[in-house]
């Protein structure tokens, strides 16, 4: 059974560039999580995609985008990189949850480690 | 605002000498806590959901505990592959139907053999 998956592993951009960065889902899960890692900070929840539409997003700007495919595989779009977008991306895949659901845990990928120069 | 604080910011052990991690959280309503090793460049690993106060969990040389305020994720006995950073994440009821995770900034264990 394979789990979340992400590419690329590492990606190097200049100020002001974009970048696009993809995960594919665990199988059986049908939403995807997107959170930016920091050097030394714990995670920080960009935003989460079920059903092909952004369903919550957290305290980051319009320049994070994202989308879903109907295969549940998601990117994370970011435009005009600014040097503080440098940070581990990671992708974390679940099901969606509901007031019956016991198991909601989010499994994560390896991470995309993007440095922006 | 939702709010988890980890300690200690590291810790080093030698083998076999067991100890605990603390994680406090704020949150207006616990829907669930979550511990995740993560080692270093790589993505966070699962451990452990625990839902409500009293709740305990054990894993091999990891055990997990819940109070209305606190989680400790004590250690027995560890080896020098448990060394990694641990985190603590909460999730609130107010996330409604996201199941959004809220973090710590780990605590960084190290273990000599």
């Known amino acids: 059974d394979a789990g979340v998956t992400q590419s690329p592993t590492h990606l190097i951009k200049t100020r002001g560039q974009q970048v696009t960065l993809r995960c594919s889902p665990k199988?059986?899960?049908?939403?995807v999580s997107w959170y930016q890692q920091a050097l030394g900070q714990g995670p920080q929840f960009i935003f989460q995609y079920y059903e092909e539409e952004e369903r919550q997003r957290g305290n980051f700007p319009d320049r994070f985008s994202g989308h879903q495919f109907p295969n549940y595989s998601s990117e994370l779009n970011v435009n005009a990189l600014l040097l503080g977008d440098s940070a581990l991306y990671l992708c974390a895949s679940s099901l969606i949850f509901t007031s019956s659901s016991s198991t909601d845990t989010q499994y994560f990928g390896p991470g995309t480690r993007l440095t922006v120069l | 605002e939702d709010q988890v604080t980890q300690s200690p910011e590291a810790l080093r052990l030698q083998e076999g000498e067991s100890s605990s991690l603390n994680c406090s959280y704020t949150v207006s309503g616990l829907r669930g806590l979550f511990w995740y090793r993560q080692d270093p460049g790589k993505g966070p690993e699962f451990l452990f959901t625990?839902?409500?106060a009293g709740e305990e969990k054990e894993k091999e040389r990891l055990k997990a505990t819940l109070t209305k305020k606190e989680s400790f994720l004590h250690i027995t006995a560890p080896k020098p592959e448990d060394s990694a950073t641990y985190l603590c994440?909460?999730?609130?009821?107010?996330?409604?139907?996201?199941?959004?995770?809220?973090f710590g900034t780990g605590t960084l264990l190290a273990v000599q053999p």
């Open positions: 994440a909460v999730q609130d009821h107010r996330g409604g139907a996201t199941n959004k995770l809220i």
């Open positions: 199988s059986g899960h049908d939403t």
């Open positions: 625990l839902y409500s």
